[in-house]
């Protein structure tokens, strides 16, 4: 699958002080996830998008842990990106890319995406009334410097005893298919997530805090990629 690159609309290269302009590198998500996408929005980052097109199920990868996985997968998703972005950028203004990729570990298994109705009602009747671990492995790489910063945020989900018609109405919404574990915090099944150890938004798709830290250990500060019209109410 060859990669595709949809630009934000609030996009932009440069942020301004009030006394100069200092160029900032783009910030690209390497990810087609609408939730990771949404999470940066919601806090302002402005950011473009490319898909990695990687193969999520190569042989190499059935060997590894669940946190193994995500953290290996990320990793190859962002230099996949980073390689495109700079063959399409050679001379231009460097990126801070970000990758990602999210697993389910259920009693020692990980649970990707249930893909049928069929995989997602035995997977929320697996899992109703246990907990769970949310692991996101994370890679942020600095093309300009050629900086790659990768880690793990991992978070205990406790879900409530669900009941079959839930579990029935829940599925024909179609929403659990295409997300790791058959769940999502930012959607319909949040009613059914009773308790949480561990960083919430890491649920939804990245970790905030991590990527935060990450920028930091770049020299950036979080709001160096936020949009200057972004206001808070008070």
């Not at 949404?38 to 190569?58: A, P, Q, Y």
């Not at 980073?82 to 990729?101: R, S, Y």
């Amino acid at each position: 699958m060859a990669p595709l690159a949809f630009e934000s609309s609030s996009a932009s290269e440069q942020m301004t002080s009030s006394t100069n302009t200092i160029a900032r590198p783009r910030l690209i998500l390497a990810s087609a996830s609408p939730s990771r996408r949404r999470l940066l929005e919601s806090v302002g980052l402005n950011h473009e998008v490319i898909v990695s097109g990687v193969d999520e199920e190569l042989d190499e990868y059935a060997e590894l842990s669940p946190s193994e996985l995500v953290l290996a997968l990320a990793i190859v998703k962002a230099h996949t990106v980073a390689k495109v972005f700079q063959e399409l950028n050679p001379t231009g203004l460097g990126a801070i890319v970000i990758g990602c990729d999210s697993t389910f570990e259920f009693e020692g298994r990980s649970l990707g995406k249930p893909e049928t109705k069929e995989n997602a009602i035995a997977r929320c009747k697996q899992i109703r009334g246990k907990s769970g671990i949310l692991h996101t492995g994370h890679c942020i790489i600095d093309t300009a410097r050629g900086i790659e910063i990768s880690d793990l945020a991992s978070t205990t989900v406790h879900f409530t005893d669900m009941s079959d018609d839930e579990i029935a109405s829940y599925v024909e919404t179609e929403e659990p298919l295409q997300v790791a574990g058959g769940f999502t915090l930012d959607g319909l099944s949040a009613p059914f997530i009773y308790a949480l150890e561990g960083e919430p938004s890491n649920v939804i798709g990245l970790s905030l805090p991590l990527v935060r830290k990450a920028f930091a250990s770049l020299g950036y500060q979080w709001f160096d990629f936020s949009s200057p019209k972004l206001k808070v109410s008070p």
